[in-house]
């Protein structure tokens, strides 16, 4: 095998692993942002301002994170709708959406229309969340603000290539209180471009570096004869 050869195995053998090193991303106020939709009033949250209010919308960590349900972390609209416009700044391939519910049933968010976008505000798909779990769906109850709240998670099929979301929550009794709402996905663009630096681990996996390992010996081997 000539050089030429060995360099195309080997590019084969990394393209192949980074493929496989995509990130699954989780989306929150590291690296997204929430608006009011227009069907809002300026300050329309019952306890708490709308900058603080959206703020508590994105800052989950993680989908695995718990919170309580506290004067500083709920996001609480008393009498009507609730309207959101999520703006990921880029297009994502949508896995799951995360949400996260208040804990009893007087003010509980009872639906949630969603509706998907590309960067060009193409419709790319919709969901309604009908009836989500309470937040401590998880726990064994009795339930209170003591009560660890969770992600309940949907899985999204047909979200590819999304930057814009809307979202429209309403309660069946004009309360509408929860604490967050997350999305997972990987950047569309990793989808054909796989190798991008923005698409592959920070650390290399063990399997990367056994291949490169591999791949650079390959380079290395000369034939005995080939010196004589």
Same mark, same amino acid.
């Given at each position: 095998?000539?050089?030429?050869?060995?360099?195309?195995?080997?590019?084969?053998?990394?393209?192949?692993?980074?493929? &496989?090193? =995509?990130?699954? +991303?989780?989306?929150?106020?590291?690296? +997204?942002?929430?608006?009011?939709?227009?069907?809002?009033?300026?300050?329309?949250?019952?306890?708490?301002?709308?900058?603080?209010?959206?703020?508590?919308?994105?800052?989950?960590?993680?989908?695995?994170?718990?919170?309580?349900?506290?004067?500083?972390?709920?996001?609480?609209?008393?009498?009507?709708?609730?309207?959101?416009?999520?703006?990921?700044?880029?297009?994502?391939?949508?896995?799951?959406?995360?949400?996260?519910?208040?804990?009893?049933?007087?003010?509980?968010?009872?639906? +949630?229309?969603?509706?998907?976008?590309?960067?060009?505000?193409?419709?790319?798909?919709?969901?309604?969340? +009908?009836?989500?779990?309470?937040?401590?769906? $998880?726990?064994?109850?009795?339930?209170?603000?003591?009560?660890?709240?969770?992600? $309940?998670?949907?899985?999204?099929?047909?979200?590819?290539?999304?930057?814009? =979301?809307?979202?429209?929550?309403?309660?069946?009794? &004009? $309360?509408?209180?929860?604490?967050?709402?997350?999305?997972?996905?990987?950047?569309?663009?990793?989808?054909?471009?796989?190798?991008?630096?923005?698409?592959?681990?920070?650390?290399?996996?063990?399997?990367?570096?056994?291949?490169?390992?591999? %791949?650079? %010996? =390959?380079?290395?081997?000369?034939?005995?004869?080939?010196?004589?």
């Amino acid at each position: 095998m000539n050089l030429t050869h060995k360099l195309l195995a080997v590019t084969l053998l990394l393209t192949t692993c980074f493929a &496989g090193n =995509v990130q699954a +991303i989780y989306l929150n106020h590291s690296n +997204i942002t929430v608006a009011l939709g227009s069907s809002m009033a300026a300050e329309p949250f019952a306890n708490r301002s709308t900058a603080d209010s959206l703020a508590s919308v994105i800052d989950a960590a993680s989908a695995t994170t718990e919170e309580f349900h506290t004067q500083s972390t709920h996001v609480w609209v008393n009498g009507g709708s609730l309207e959101l416009d999520f703006d990921f700044g880029t297009e994502y391939d949508l896995t799951t959406l995360h949400f996260w519910n208040y804990w009893g049933e007087g003010y509980d968010v009872d639906n +949630i229309a969603f509706t998907f976008f590309d960067t060009t505000m193409q419709l790319v798909g919709a969901l309604d969340v +009908i009836n989500p779990f309470l937040g401590g769906y $998880q726990e064994p109850g009795p339930f209170n603000d003591s009560t660890p709240l969770s992600a $309940q998670n949907y899985a999204l099929s047909f979200s590819s290539k999304v930057q814009f =979301v809307n979202a429209v929550l309403t309660g069946s009794n &004009g $309360q509408v209180d929860f604490n967050n709402i997350g999305f997972t996905g990987q950047l569309s663009i990793c989808a054909t471009n796989p190798s991008l630096p923005e698409c592959l681990n920070s650390v290399p996996t063990p399997g990367t570096l056994l291949l490169l390992t591999l %791949g650079l %010996g =390959v380079i290395g081997l000369r034939r005995p004869l080939a010196r004589r």
